[in-house]
């Protein structure tokens, strides 16, 4: 996140800005040195940062929006075109190889919870050990999804639009909102999201697109959420939205960042979400929160 002051006092003494995001970048990647994050977060991996199982994996082939390529295009799909509602999930990092898995799980989950509605997966290529690398990744993601809604691949003005976006899938979501011109999309639900907690507030990198993109933006955070609590922290340096919700009374190097969006909403889960891996499972987590606010 840039300093708007900072950078026009450098950009007026003909000095490069210098954004806050770099620097934690910087100091990060030199904390965690040659011994790679999972020796710096003590497992990766065991902490369900890098990716989470005991999904349910579907019996036949599962509808899916495929990112991987600058061509996005939807794979068994036709079945859903006279859907009137659609939820989208966008899995996190290193959840390539289960994304059908994780949107099937959400919609058992929503079925257990009297919420009749067709789950689509859209995936991305996430599946890298340099995390910064999904980052960056779960931008070009976000503008693909974005094409691929301003396609007409879906009717959005007859179907009902949700996105669902788990751990750095709550990031790609963000990053399509921004790359949205309109409100195309209903509701938006962040859970365990790997973003930095001033990153919805006013003029911050995903305000303007939680204002414009979508009519109600929800994020679900858990305080017991390890992998977004401290693991997101070892490599970025900051605290991250699925963790304690945002935050705009400002940092190390800006102001008070003003607030969030009329259309955002913090939703605290701590009591409900023991675990990164468990927001959107059937018999755990808070889908019952995310029907409520859906409905």
């Known amino acids: 996140m840039t300093d708007d ?19 934690l970048r910087t100091t990060a990647a030199t904390t965690v040195g040659a011994g790679g994050l999972a020796g710096a977060t003590g497992s990766a991996s065991a902490s369900g940062f890098t990716g989470c199982d005991d999904w349910e994996e579907p019996l036949a082939e599962y509808p899916e929006i495929d990112l991987t390529s600058g061509n996005p295009t939807a ?11 659609v939820v989208i999930f966008v899995h996190g990092w290193y959840g390539l190889e289960t994304s059908t ?38 931008e070009t993601a976000g503008d ?14 007859e179907t009902t639009v949700r996105l669902v976006g788990h751990s750095l899938g709550g990031r790609v979501c963000l990053e399509t909102l921004t790359a949205l011109d309109e409100n195309v999309v209903e509701t938006v639900a962040l859970v365990g999201t790997a973003a930095d907690d001033d990153s919805v507030c006013t003029d911050e990198t995903y305000a303007d697109g939680i204002d414009t993109g979508a009519r109600a933006v929800y994020n679900y955070h858990s305080e017991n959420d390890d992998s977004v609590c401290y693991g997101y922290g070892v490599v970025s ?11 705009c009374t400002g940092g190390w190097f800006t102001d008070d960042s003003g607030s969030t969006p009329d259309t955002y909403t913090d939703v605290d889960v701590s ?24 409905e």
Request: hydrophobic share 30%.
């Open 5 to 23: 002051h900072s950078d026009g006092h450098r950009q007026e003494h003909g000095l490069e800005p210098i954004s806050r995001r770099r620097v």
């Open 271 to 294: 009591d409900e979400v023991d675990d990164h891996c468990d927001y959107t499972k059937p018999d755990s987590g808070c889908v019952p929160q995310l029907v409520d606010d859906f």
């Open 144 to 157: 693909r999804l974005a094409s691929w809604f301003e396609s007409g691949r879906i009717d959005l003005e």
């Open 237 to 247: 340096l900051s605290n991250a939205l699925g963790c304690g919700g945002s935050d």
């Open 101 to 138: 898995d994780q949107a099937y799980t959400l919609q058992q989950a929503f079925e257990a919870n009297d919420y009749d509605v067709s789950v689509v997966a859209a995936s991305w290529e996430a599946d890298t050990p340099n995390y910064w690398r999904a980052e960056d990744t779960a």
């Open 75 to 85: 794979l068994n799909f036709d079945a859903l075109e006279d859907e009137d509602e």
